[in-house]
């Protein structure tokens, strides 16, 4: 009998950034709000007799902004290109949003997905590769209109305006009606940005993204990324060789080498004091570089 009618119980209410009631473990719309936003679980990569990533294991958080460093040949470009897809995994379970990317639950045990439910959960990253990948025959505005006509189905009008608004944020509004030849390597990578960002992900990749261009021309795009970072709920993953940035952007920076996570954490404690002798070689080394 004294049981009340109306019970509040570890109740959970955020407004963005704000918190007004704490209990992150509260479901939201079936998926516990602390889930990682990617997961990486025990996967492995192979090419031949070559093991690229060895049971690799890495969660990130919703909105979290991570850096993937390393030598070449370390694995960070390959667990880009599995999110996305582009590379089929030989062992383990990445997961996305709450959801296997590449299997399916069936019965107690996991099955390789169909290409339909890898294009669904794939809808929910974009990624911004290191060498544009425009459509040259496309403007600007066309180039960001294509996936959201022919994958989301969106009217043209509609896909005209979130285009013109997405060049609009990178900088380049003037610049819609220009084709990939007439763009500067700069203005290239923008538009490959917005045009990521108008599949509306809930992760960006990014692969690399300024070492193809002139170094006059790395601020711009860093500039568009740092805003993206502080002015959306993003998840962002950039395997990057800009250190600075790496400790200015990020909130999380892993060294990879030889298919492993050697060493990980904040920005200012593995840039600024790393704990292994290979990270600390790999940092010094690219460092006498510049």
């Known amino acids: 009998m004294n049981e009340p ?69 370390s694995g960070k470009t390959t667990v880009l290109r599995m999110l996305m897809t582009l590379e089929r995994i030989n062992g383990g379970v990445i997961w996305v949003d709450g959801e296997p ?13 169909s290409d339909r439910h890898l294009r669904r959960v794939r809808g929910k990253i974009g990624m911004v590769f290191q060498h544009f990948n425009l459509f040259p025959h ?5 180039n960001c209109m294509e996936a959201p006509v022919s994958v989301l189905g969106l009217p043209k009008k509609d896909a005209e305006a979130r285009a013109a608004e997405l060049l609009d944020m990178v900088g380049l509004s003037d610049k819609k009606n220009h084709f990939p030849i007439q763009l500067s390597g700069g203005q290239k990578q923008r538009v490959a940005i917005a045009r990521a960002l108008a599949m509306r992900p809930k992760v960006m990749l990014f692969d690399e993204v300024t070492s193809a261009l002139d170094p006059e021309l790395i601020g711009e795009v860093l500039s568009v990324i740092r805003t993206l970072g502080a002015e959306h709920d993003l998840t962002m993953l950039m395997v990057t060789h800009q250190m600075g940035f790496a400790k200015e952007f990020s909130d999380r920076v892993c060294f990879f080498y030889d298919g492993k996570i050697i060493e990980q954490g904040p ?9 292994n002798e290979r990270t600390r070689q790999f940092l010094s080394a690219v460092l006498e570089a510049k």
Do not use: W
């Not at 990317?101 to 997905?113: E, F, I, N, S, Y």
């Not at 496309?138 to 066309?142: D, F, I, R, S, Y």
């Open 101 to 113: 990317l590449t299997h399916v639950q069936k019965g107690d045990r996991m099955v390789l997905a």
């Open 138 to 142: 496309m403007t600007a505005l066309q």
């Open 267 to 275: 920005p200012d404690q593995l840039l600024g004091n790393p704990q």
């Open 5 to 73: 009618r109306i019970r509040f119980e570890n109740i959970a209410k955020r407004y963005g950034a704000l918190t007004v009631l704490d209990n992150p473990d509260i479901p939201c719309n079936g998926k516990v709000m602390n889930e990682p936003m990617v997961r990486f679980e025990n996967v492995t990569k192979r090419y031949g007799a070559l093991t690229v990533l060895n049971e690799l294991n890495l969660s990130i958080a919703r909105n979290e902004k991570v850096c993937i460093i390393g030598p070449s040949g």
